[in-house]
C-alpha cells in the first residue's frame, strides 16, 4: 500500500463503507446480537485483494453500530474486531494468493476477531461483568463465531475463488484499464 489514496482509492474505501453500513442495518433483525448473521460480513473478504478496503470496513462497521443495541461498547469493539480482522485479511492477502487454502485461511479473522471481541460486549452487557461473565462470554463468542463462519466460508470464500476471474475485479485491481461502456 503506497502511503497516500488516490481519489479512486478513497471512492472504493468509501462504497464499501456504505455498502456495509446499508447491508447491516437493512438486515438489522439479525444483524445485532448474539444470533447474528450479518451479510455484510461478507465483505472482509475484500481487504485480501485491495488493502484500501481496510478502512471503508472500519467505517462502514463503525456507522452500522451506532444503530447497535450494545451501545457505545460495540461501536469501539465491533469497530475494532472489524479492523483487526481487516488488517490480518489484508496481510495473508500478501502471501500466494491463488491457493484455496491461504484463501480458506484468509476468512479467518473475522471469524475470530469477532466471536472473541463481540462475545465479549454481548457478554458484558448482559452480565454487566458479573459472576456469569464467563460463561456468558462462551456462549455468545461461539454463536457470533458460528454466524461468522456461516458468513464467511458459505458465501466469502466461494466470493474469494470466484471474484478474481471477472471483469469487476479486474477493472478494480487495475488489470484492466480500457473500459468501453456498451449502449445495449
Known sequence: ?????NIRQIAFAGVVAALYAALTIAIAPIAYGPLQFRVS?????LPF??????PGLFIGCLIANLLSPYGVLDIV???AASLLAALCTMQLGKLKRNTVAVKALACFPPVIFNALMIGGVIAWAITEGGAA?????AL???QVGLGQLAVLYILGL?????????RLFMVLSGQLTN???RSD
Do not use: D, H, Q, Y
Request: glycine share 8%.
Open 49 to 54: 485483494f485491495f488493502p484500501v478496503t481496510v
Open 133 to 137: 461473565f464467563w460463561s456468558a462470554f
Open 41 to 45: 460480513e461478507v465483505l472482509c473478504i
Open 158 to 166: 466461494p466470493l474469494m475463488i470466484f471474484l478474481p476471474k471477472t
Open 1 to 5: 500500500m503506497s502511503e497516500g489514496f
Open 140 to 142: 455468545n463468542g461461539l
Open 179 to 181: 473500459i468501453t461502456v
Open 77 to 79: 469493539a465491533g469497530s
